[in-house]
Each structure stands twice: as C-alpha cells, then as structure tokens.
C-alpha cells in the first residue's frame, strides 16, 4: 500500500525559490531590478547617448509631456519629452534611462570587488588562523572604523573624481564586511565531518576552501551582497551630488539632483524623478535582500 | 568592569593609529602637488623644491606621517604645526587660518543638528516599533513597516530636497536656508537627517520586540495574569531594547556623517559644508583634518556607546569577569595537570 504522504523531494534550488516566491513583496523587487537591468542593456535603444548629453538650449526646463523641435545630428526633428526637460534642454527620461546604466555597472562591479577580495581574505583568515588572520581582521577592523561613506569620499577627493576612483572606492570601502562574514561562517564550517572527509580523500586546502567550505558559506555573503549593491549604488549618487563621482555632462542619477538643485522652484521635475529612480532601486535591493535573508536563513526556517 | 573598561579603550589605539595611517597615506599618494597648487602658475621647478622642503614634504613618507601626528617644525615658521594629537594640521591653503580651528568653530552645530535628528528619531521610532510589534500585521503594522522600509531606501540628499520644495516652496512654513539665528531652520535639516535613523531603529525595535514576546517568560508573565501594558513595559520591552540601543550607537556615527549631506542641502554651517567647501577648493590640509576629525569622533562615539552598552546589559560584564575566573582557573589546571601523572 503506498504512503498516503507523497515525499516532496526538491532540490535545494526549488527550495529557495519556493521560499523566496513566498515572499510577495521581494518578488516584486526582482521584478523592478529586472526591469532596470534590462533598461540599462538597451539604454541606446530607447535614446541615444548624444541626444543624452547634448545641450538643447530653446526647450530648457520644457515640463513633463512637452512636444518640441530639437536638433539630432544637424536634423530638426519632432520629439515628446515624457519627463519634461532639464536646464540645458535635455531629456530628463533619456538621462535617467543611460544614468540606470552607470548606476547598475557600479553596483555589480564594486559588489563583486569587495565579495571576492574580500571573501578571499576572510576564507584564509577563518581557514588557515594564526598570524594571517590576525594581521587581516585588524586590517578590517580599521577599515569597518571609518563610517563607509566618508571614507569613500576621502579616496574619491584625494585622488580625484573620475569613473575608475569612484569604482575602487566604493570597492575597497565595502571590503572589510565580506571578510568578517565569510570568516565568521568558514570558522563554523571548517571543523565539520565533510571537510574532513574530504581531506582524509587528499584534496588539498586550495580545492577544501574552494569546494567544500565556501559553498556552505555563501547564504550571508548573498544576502550581504544585494544590501550591499544597494548601499554603492546610494554611495555612487551621493558622490556625484557632491561633484566627486560621475562628472558631467554624463548623466547619473546623483549629478542630475545636484544639477536641478538651483531649480528647485522652476522645475520641479527635474529633481523628482531622479530621486524616485534612485529610491526605487534601493527599495527593490533590499526588499529581494529581505527575502533573501528569509529564504536562505535556516535560523527562520520553521 | 574596570577591566572591561581598560579594554575597550586599549582597543582604540590601533584604530585611532590605522585611520590616521589611511587617510595619511591617501593624501601622500594622491596626484597633484601642493606646493605648486599655492605657487603661481610660472613658478620655476627651484622655487617648488624650495617651497617644499619649508612644508616638509620632500622628507620620507614615515617622517611626514610622523609630523603628521605629533607636529612639524621646518626652516621657517609659516609651515609650522603641532601635530594631530594637539589638535594642529596647520592652516588651510584657502583661508589661511588653522584647520582646526575652523573645524571647533562650526562642531557644535553639527553637533546640535545630529542631536536634534537624534532624539527626533528615538521619540519616533521606538513607539512606533512597539505598536508594530505588538499588532503584528495589523493596518498600523503594514503603514509603519512600508513607511520604515521607504525610508532607509531614500537618499537624504533627496529627501531633503523634496522637503525644500513641499515645506519651503509650496507651503512656506519654514525657511530653505539653515541660519542660525532662526531656530525654525533647523527644522527641515533634522527632519532630514533623522529620517534614516528613525527608519532604520523603527525596523530594530519592531523586530527585536517580536522575537521578545515569542520568548516563554512573557509567556509566564501573561498566563499569572498580569496586565498587558505591564507585560510589554516591564517584561518586553527592557529585553527588547538592548540590540535597539546598539543601533541607537551606530547610527550616531551615521548621523555625523549624513551630516555632510544634509549640511550641504541646507547650506548648514556645519562641519559636513566644512568639508564640502574644502573638497571643491582642493584645500587639502583642511580636507584631511575635517576627515580624521569625523574619524575620530566617530571611533569615540562607538567606545562610548560600547560603555554604555556595558552598563545597560549585565551579560557584558559577566563575560569580562567570568573570562579573569576562567582564566585563574585555567592556570591552576596546568598546575594540577603537571602535577598529577
């Protein structure tokens, strides 16, 4: 007679997106994410970048809907400025669309930085101990002593604004946390039968970290990951509003506010949807970092 | 608690030594110099080695960086300065006056716009988190959490911007501009500046007082028949808030610091436009000073905080003074062990 409770094997990948479905409000979160990735692939599709950072002195400050003539390569042509316009006359939608660009570049790749710089560091520390991870959790200790923001701003205003030092600083600025993280996790891990097991078999430490205990040490550093690219993305446009990030006339969301600050009776609009851009995409990291945490947690896990 | 007291200022040592290590050597290696930046555009290649050697900067890195903290004394007098440790970075390329000086001058409204944000957003938040709590996916519950959740996703930048428009624009009620001399001013900056605070110690409290009355005392509490308000006032919440206050603690440095923004918005005369200006001039010796300065700050509001902490939860100091037990204990056991074959 078969057992009237059927076994629902699922892999640990159903498993997590299970979980994670649950949770409405983090899947409307992907979905937002999906959406501004997919606008910033196909950023020139919607608007070209020349149209982006070129002055169109006559519609300046044009409002929310406007119909109006600008140049596009020495033509005169017909164009609706959804979002209204800003003080040079530029479309305040195009300038958002390619400023989604620069924003989710800067958030994968310092996130990336820091988690593998500083998951490689905090793996040693935690795995091997001793001298090494003395010398390395004080290091972070000193970084995690300078609040983020301001120590990213000294870096960008020491040596200079430009795409690459605001990238390394936001990188290095978001290291250290890895490396307490995965080290804290790899201590818990290390000493556990499977690995082991697998040292008994001779694989060596590099293949023991590598295979064995990082994979068991990845549920903190995904959750960490995703507040995090929420967190450069925030640092990223505040820099920029300060004049130390993304200089103008490229378009990012953070020099666009600092842009329309002087405007902020004339034009409204040019300081709105800005914001919302940037509020709206860090609300969607943390809310999938929410369910993240909830799905991937076997604390919470009833 | 002494002991735990020696400690944790022992601790600040190498912090106070590393930050300073850092920002040091981010200046020493940043492009630019600036003996040229204050020489004339025509100055000759001699005139710039000269000026260098009187501010000290053709010595090794190790010797600047040990002016740096305990002061310089070159050729002449102008370059002169005591060093970090006395409060003296020298003066600012800009103004001429000494850095810190400027710095001390503007502190205290810094100071007074974070501590108005600050109790702003504890009188705020930790009733807020309590209620939510307590009616746990009640209307109030979801109002509060979306609320609380917008607020640690918007950039204070913004936010103070949007409050501008609607406050100071549209309806009038207070002034765009921060001057000291009218108190309604500070208004809009605090609001602006506690806005992330009061939303992420909100999320603390709700969730931390959730996981509390979860816990089999409250339940005893509750079953012996005491009145709930007494369940949550003297069981719930004394429990709940010891993670809230290190919160609290955190984001006191984060206040500092989101006063940069703020400050800037506002046109604030705080140390945060200190910064800002000093930044847009390239005014480095004020750059670095205002830098360390928050650092530091920020590492004495942490040790402070830590103290405290100590005092509010016993299981702190108990950790302290059962460690000297053990670790008496642990030598009498190798002496034992010795002894015995």
Redesign the interface.
């Known amino acids: 007679m078969p057992s009237p409770v059927k076994p629902h094997p699922r892999t640990p990948w159903q498993e997590f997106w299970y979980r994670f479905r649950k949770n409405k409000l983090a899947v409307v979160g992907m979905g937002v994410i999906l959406l501004y990735v997919s606008i910033a692939l196909f950023a020139d599709f919607f608007y070209s970048w020349d149209f982006v950072v070129g002055n169109q002195i006559p519609n300046a400050f044009a409002t929310v809907g406007t119909k109006a003539v600008v140049e596009l390569g020495g033509k005169k042509v017909e164009h609706l400025y959804i979002l209204g316009a800003d003080n040079f006359g530029r479309d305040v939608l195009g300038r958002m669309i390619h400023g989604a660009r620069v924003s989710m570049i800067i958030g994968f790749i310092t996130i990336a930085f820091a988690v593998l710089v500083g998951g490689s560091l905090g793996a040693i520390a935690g795995f091997y101990g001793g001298v090494l991870e003395t010398i390395i959790m004080?290091?972070a200790?000193?970084?995690l002593?300078?609040?983020n923001?301001?120590?990213a701003?000294?870096?960008v205003?020491?040596?200079?604004p430009s795409f690459q030092n605001l990238l390394l600083a936001i990188g290095i600025t978001s290291v250290p946390i890895y490396v307490r993280l995965v080290r804290a996790s790899v201590l818990t891990v290390k000493d556990q039968e499977f690995v082991e097991a697998a040292r008994a078999l001779g694989a060596r430490d590099g293949r023991i970290i590598v295979r064995h205990v990082l994979p068991n040490c990845m549920a903190p550093v995904i959750v960490q990951a995703t507040l995090g690219i929420?967190q450069s993305i925030?640092s990223a446009?505040?820099l920029s509003?300060?004049?130390?990030g993304i200089q103008p006339p490229a378009p990012e969301w953070?020099n666009m506010?600092s842009e329309?600050?002087p405007y902020?009776?004339s034009a409204?609009h040019t300081?709105?949807f800005p914001?919302l851009a940037?509020?709206?995409v860090?609300?969607a990291y943390?809310?999938i970092g929410d369910g993240l945490r909830d799905a991937l947690d076997p604390k919470l896990r009833r | 608690m002494l002991r735990y007291l020696f400690h944790r200022i022992l601790q600040l040592i190498p912090v106070i030594l590393g930050v300073t290590l850092i920002v040091f050597t981010l200046t020493y290696i940043a492009p630019g110099d600036p003996a040229r930046l204050l020489l004339p555009q025509d100055a000759s290649d001699e005139d710039v080695a000269q000026l260098k050697h009187a501010m000290g900067l053709d010595r090794s890195f190790f010797v600047q960086y040990y002016h740096f903290l305990f002061g310089y004394d070159g050729p002449g007098d102008s370059f002169d300065y005591k060093g970090l440790f006395a409060l003296d970075l020298g003066r600012s390329y800009v103004s001429n006056r000494p850095v810190f000086g400027t710095i001390l001058e503007r502190f205290p409204n810094t100071v007074l716009l974070s501590t108005v944000a600050l109790c702003l957003s504890i009188l705020v938040s930790i009733p807020f988190g309590i209620i939510s709590a307590t009616r746990q996916y009640s209307k109030i519950d979801m109002v509060v959490t979306v609320l609380a959740l917008v607020g640690i996703s918007m950039p204070a930048f913004w936010l103070g911007m949007l409050l501008i428009w609607i406050f100071s624009v549209q309806l009038k009620l207070f002034p765009s501009l921060a001057v000291p001399s009218n108190p309604l001013s500070i208004v809009l900056p605090a609001l602006t500046l506690a806005a992330m605070s009061t939303a992420v110690q909100t999320r603390m409290t709700r969730s931390s007082m959730l996981e509390v009355l979860r816990q089999d005392y409250i339940r005893t509490a509750r079953a012996k028949g005491l009145d709930e308000r007494v369940v949550i006032r003297k069981h719930a919440l004394r429990n709940a808030l010891i993670p809230v206050v290190t919160v609290v603690g955190i984001q006191v440095g984060q206040l500092l610091v989101g006063a940069v923004l703020t400050e800037t918005v506002f046109s604030y005369p705080g140390i945060g436009t200190i910064m800002v200006d000093a930044i847009n001039r390239k005014d480095t010796p004020q750059i670095l000073a205002s830098v360390v300065f928050m650092a530091l700050i920020f590492a004495l509001v942490n040790l402070i905080v830590d103290i405290l902490y100590a005092f509010i939860d016993p299981r702190i100091k108990a950790q302290y003074v059962q460690a000297g037990i053990r670790k008496k204990r642990g030598l009498f056991h190798a002496i034992s062990r010795k002894t015995t074959p």
Do not use: E, K, V
């Open positions: 004080r290091g200790d000193i970084l002593a300078i609040p923001m301001l120590f701003l000294a870096i205003a020491a040596m200079g929420a925030l446009t505040f509003f300060l004049g130390l953070g506010l329309a600050r902020i009776i409204p300081l709105i914001g940037i509020m709206t860090i609300l943390n809310l």
